[in-house]
């Protein structure tokens, strides 16, 4: 294996100044002229890197789709609307610029970290190699079941979605027939993976910029309305009260509070960037353009559709309120039927269709290389990295794939019920798991200063850092304890525990493995990681190569754009 494990490095060359060098120690040079000694040939070099016999087959366009994909979906297709009527026009924007603001440096971070380490896996990894085993072992664990739980939502919601137009037809169908699509495309190579993802999210795009085209000629008058202009934001208002009485100001506060936390939910799934570099082709140049284009696919398709459905629909239209996965329930389909346009419903649920299958593809891929990291970290069974030749570690995909099929709890109502505080667990994942990947560039960015590697020389440094990094952590952190406040407007013991069960349930495994440490390997086990005994090496790229194949960067803003949308 051309990277080196926690088992005793082979002998050195003769000549090699790594000789009788302890595990880990090993300069960079020292790795890399081990490295040639095995085979000079970079792609090889790249291939081995990626992890247990995973291959290297996603191009430059399929991670560029994959983190588009990770942005758009039922959040901002569906979940936009109960935003808006929470918070009102203005505290939508603002909300969702703040969020936005903490996703792009947790995607800095990310970048930074991948670029020179991508291993399967990514953060899930960095958090148990730069901060502390018991962080990585408890964000991996509840992020894996995030993903597995999810994943049966989101078959869940293709059988609500088909039922918009067919009510009679049983939810169990669809579950299990879309459980066998996925499945099946799991286990092909990860470019199946890659290209199935490329063409949905394609129509996630498409969708999206057909709706911005929509929004500017409904607001200039083009529908039934009129001319909109800001209309809305008088009357109604630009902010909505929530929860407390509407005539004190702390009312719109508290809206305003709750829609960042929904927007918050809304972005998880940017990080699928740092999954993917682990079996991504020459992951130097393609993961850093993946991530530059991060803030232009933000801006575009995030800012600009809440700024619109906040000018087309009145924060009190009594349709933003409608519970359910279906058209009925999306702000786009709720601004076509105000314009008067009846024709849209039907194409925005083929949509939706099409958003949740990407989401349950994305689902069982990102839970899968999750497993496959904790197993090559000892954090779970080794027989999770089992790999069929292509690459695919298909006994990962099989017990992800698995918790799929707790979709058909919802059929009977108590299985329902049990279903919703299984998903009010993984809730919160996402924002723990921002949380670990911003600790984690902190502690590698000390790594790398006690061990002599210049951030200057990285292929992709973080803006900003570490005062953005700070800055983000602090608000993902407050966040993460403050999404549950409803709880306490009145106090409700129910409300507490689906709220706050995930974090109780993080702790739980934190504290686990702290005692499991201690009582196995000892008290020196269980302190964090010194900068100075960091693995900062095992994984990483040569930062003297050469980046092959190098692409001209676009210059002009339009050309950014055009780039940041399809890659």
Request: some cysteine; hydrophobic content about 50%; glycine content about 10%.
């Amino acid at each position: 294996m051309a990277v080196r494990e926690s088992t005793p490095p082979a002998p050195a060359s003769p000549g090699s100044s790594a000789a009788g060098t302890p595990p880990g120690s090993a300069t960079k040079k020292d790795f890399v002229k081990e490295q040639s000694a095995v085979d000079d040939d970079a792609a090889s070099f790249a291939e081995h890197n990626a992890g247990p016999e995973l291959k290297r087959r996603l191009k430059s366009r399929h991670l560029q789709m994959i983190a588009i994909g990770g942005t758009i979906g039922t959040g901002l297709f569906i979940g936009s609307g109960s935003a808006l009527a929470k918070s009102g026009p203005a505290g939508i924007l603002i909300g969702y610029c703040f969020i936005a603001s903490i996703v792009y440096s947790i995607m800095m971070s990310l970048g930074e970290m991948a670029t020179y380490i991508p291993v399967t896996g990514g953060f899930t990894t960095y958090a148990a190699r730069f901060v502390d085993g018991s962080l990585g072992f408890s964000m991996s664990w509840i992020y894996w079941f995030s993903w597995a739980i999810t994943f049966a939502l989101e078959l869940v919601a293709t059988g609500l979605i088909i039922q918009y137009w067919d009510d009679s037809l049983s939810i169990g169908i669809f579950i299990a027939i879309f459980w066998v699509v996925i499945f099946v495309i799991n286990l092909f190579p990860v470019s199946w993976y890659g290209e199935a993802e490329f063409w949905m999210s394609s129509i996630k795009v498409i969708t999206v910029i057909g709706f911005l085209i929509f929004g500017i000629c409904i607001n200039a008058g083009a529908g039934q309305q009129g001319y909109i202009g800001f209309k809305y934001w008088h009357e109604p208002g630009a902010f909505a009260p929530y929860v407390v009485d509407p005539s004190r100001p702390v009312a719109k506060w508290v809206g305003f509070w709750s829609v960042m936390i929904q927007a918050g939910f809304s972005f998880q799934g940017t990080e699928l960037v740092g999954i993917a570099a682990g079996e991504t082709e020459d992951p130097r140049r393609n993961v850093p353009r993946a991530i530059r284009m991060t803030f232009y696919r933000i801006f575009l398709f995030f800012i600009m559709t809440v700024f619109f459905i906040g000018i087309l629909i009145p924060y009190d239209n009594k349709d933003l309120n409608n519970s359910g996965y279906t058209a009925a329930a999306s702000p786009f389909v709720i601004a076509a039927q105000l314009a008067g346009v009846k024709v849209l419903p039907d194409i925005i649920n083929a949509v939706l269709l099409t958003v949740v299958l990407s989401a349950a593809n994305s689902n069982v891929y990102s839970g899968s290389r999750v497993l496959v990291s904790l197993a090559n970290d000892g954090m779970a069974p080794k027989w999770f990295k089992l790999t069929t030749k292509s690459g695919v570690p298909w006994v990962a995909v099989i017990f992800t794939s698995a918790f799929g099929f707790l979709g058909f709890l919802n059929l009977s109502s108590s299985g329902s019920e049990a279903f919703n505080w299984l998903l009010n667990i993984s809730g919160v994942a996402g924002f723990i798991a921002w949380s670990g990947i911003l600790i984690a560039h902190l502690r590698f960015m000390k790594g790398l200063e006690a061990h002599n590697i210049p951030r200057s020389k990285l292929p992709y440094r973080a803006s900003w850092a570490p005062y953005f990094t700070y800055y983000a952590l602090f608000f993902c952190v407050l966040i993460t304890l403050t999404q549950g406040f409803t709880a306490f407007m009145p106090w409700s013991t129910e409300e507490f525990f689906v709220a706050y069960v995930s974090l109780i349930l993080f702790a739980v495994m934190y504290l686990g493995h702290k005692l499991y440490t201690l009582i196995v390997f000892g008290a020196a086990a269980c302190k964090p990681i010194a900068a100075k005994d960091m693995d900062v090496t095992t994984g990483s790229l040569d930062l003297d190569a050469e980046i092959p194949d190098e692409v001209e960067e676009p210059t002009s803003i339009w050309k950014k754009i055009g780039t940041g949308i399809m890659g």
